[in-house]
């Protein structure tokens, strides 16, 4: 089936532990992008990518890091620095082109124990 | 960057009632998008409508994309539409910005 898996569903960090979350798609889509959701708010924006090997901060990039080396892959690595990593990820995709709609993964939900 | 802002944030209904959600936004927008958070979190892609209308079943959405709104609306409410409701908009080939969602209960 084609879509967007994230992965795993629940995560669980001690403090101090950098953790990755994984994003894959198979809908061939250019562009992919991590958010984050805290409780009763929408989802701010923390890294994008449009291209293979390219990829933008957005609006809370502290304390994360991305990479993509392959067109289907976005992985997320939360590190020691994000001070407040607790919270619902989602990741989502979409084709290059501008006027097209945004699919998103099913999230990943982190808790700092 | 775009401003996303949503009317209701909460909003109670008895089952079987319509309601209307408003999004507006605060610049022109090439991608406007409609999602239902269930109550799992994964987002429902109900719409993608940068302008003019669309219907799915008893849910229907308007862009009015000159005067930087859009709608939703839910007709004949039922118990499983409860969740949040997020509209989120693009401008050009930027991010998509979110607003707060309208968190939606309804009432058997």
């Known amino acids: 089936d084609g879509g967007i898996t994230q992965s795993p569903k629940y995560l669980f960090r001690k403090e101090g532990q950098n953790v990755t979350l994984s994003c894959e798609q198979n809908?061939?889509?250019?562009?992919m992008y991590w958010y984050r959701q805290d409780p009763g708010q929408g989802l701010r924006l923390i890294y994008y990518?449009?291209?293979?090997?390219?990829?933008q901060k957005g609006d809370i990039a502290e304390g994360y890091s991305v990479s993509r080396e392959k067109k289907e892959s976005f992985p997320l690595t939360v590190t020691s620095a994000q001070k407040n990593p607790t919270a619902f990820y989602l990741c989502?995709?979409?084709?290059?082109?501008?006027?097209?709609?945004?699919?998103f993964g099913q999230g990943t939900r982190l808790t700092v124990v | 960057g775009i401003q996303v802002e949503q009317s209701p944030p909460d909003l109670i209904l008895q089952e079987g009632a319509n309601s209307t959600l408003r999004c507006n936004f605060s610049d022109s927008v090439n991608n406007l998008q409609w999602f239902h958070q269930n109550p799992w979190g994964q987002l429902i892609n109900l719409f993608y409508?940068?302008?003019g209308t669309k219907q799915n079943g008893r849910l229907s959405a308007t862009t009015v994309a000159t005067e930087r709104y859009s709608l939703l609306y839910i007709s004949s409410s039922q118990t499983t539409d409860s969740g949040v409701y997020f509209c989120a908009a693009r401008v050009g080939g930027s991010r998509l910005t979110f607003g707060e969602g309208t968190q939606l209960t309804v009432n058997p």
């Open positions: 809908l061939n889509h250019d562009a």
């Open positions: 989502a995709s979409k084709t290059g082109t501008e006027n097209t709609e945004a699919f």
């Open positions: 990518s449009q291209i293979v090997n390219d990829f």
């Open positions: 409508i940068p302008s």
